[in-house]
């Protein structure tokens, strides 16, 4: 069946680094994949998505490429800021396009 | 602003009692979930509205039922709560047909005693 698995966290890293989060998946169809962040004390919030292979989506200098070949779509960030400290989701749709299959989440935080 | 309410931020319930849990989505979006989120377990489907009275179970749906009387109200109803249904729930909604984006609530915290 569908699934997604990503890096477990957490995660901590020290402001200006790089940043990547691992995401693979399987899928049967429905090729869209995601990127939900949730910052402290909210709800999960679409950071970037793409439709296709070989897509890149980005969104506040975060981006990841889907890649078919690889079933991958790892999450990267050139120079971390204090404020992208959050938990980070890997999703794509399952069953029917409405309904999304999400990761169990990598909690980023950053140091000043 | 786009927005997706719900009833409580916090709430601490015993053992038996019967929970409400209420989400109010004003994007006259025609699907709406409820969720849970579990540490280590990411977020899980319970329960899927598409339409005013209709529902589909989710991956987890026992131990709850839903209602969806008006398009943006959708409700989570626990019968009788039980210690295990301690969690972070998330409503979200969506529009109707393909691959759309999900937008969250802030989530109720329940925690039952």
């Known amino acids: 069946g569908d699934s997604v698995t990503q890096m477990e966290g957490p995660v901590t890293l020290s402001e200006e680094a790089f940043l990547t989060i691992n995401c693979t998946y399987t899928a049967t169809g429905y090729p869209s994949l995601f990127w939900y962040v949730q910052y402290p004390g909210e709800g999960l919030q679409l950071l970037l998505k793409a439709t296709k292979a070989d897509d890149k989506g980005s969104n506040k200098g975060f981006e990841a490429t889907y890649r078919k070949e690889t079933t991958s779509f790892h999450l990267e960030k050139g120079s971390v800021q204090v404020s992208d400290s959050a938990v980070y989701f890997c999703a794509h749709p399952y069953s029917s396009a409405s309904k999304i299959i999400f990761g169990s989440g990598t909690r980023l935080s950053i140091r000043p | 602003d786009v927005k997706v309410t719900q009833s409580s931020r916090y709430l601490v319930k015993r053992t038996g009692e019967k929970v409400f849990l209420e989400c109010v989505q004003d994007?006259?979006?025609?699907?709406m979930f409820w969720y849970r989120q579990d540490p280590g377990l990411g977020l899980r489907l319970i329960y899927f509205?598409?339409?005013?009275?209709?529902?589909e179970k989710g991956d987890i749906p026992e131990g709850y039922s839903v209602s969806r009387e008006k398009k943006e109200r959708f409700s989570l109803i626990l019968e009788s709560a039980s210690t295990n249904q301690t969690s972070m729930y998330l409503c979200?909604?969506?529009?109707?047909?393909?691959?759309?984006?999900?937008?969250f609530g802030p989530g109720t915290r329940l925690t039952v005693l």
């Open positions: 979200a909604s969506s529009l109707g047909q393909g691959v759309n984006e999900q937008f």
């Open positions: 994007m006259d979006h025609e699907n």
């Open positions: 509205s598409y339409d005013v009275k209709m529902k």
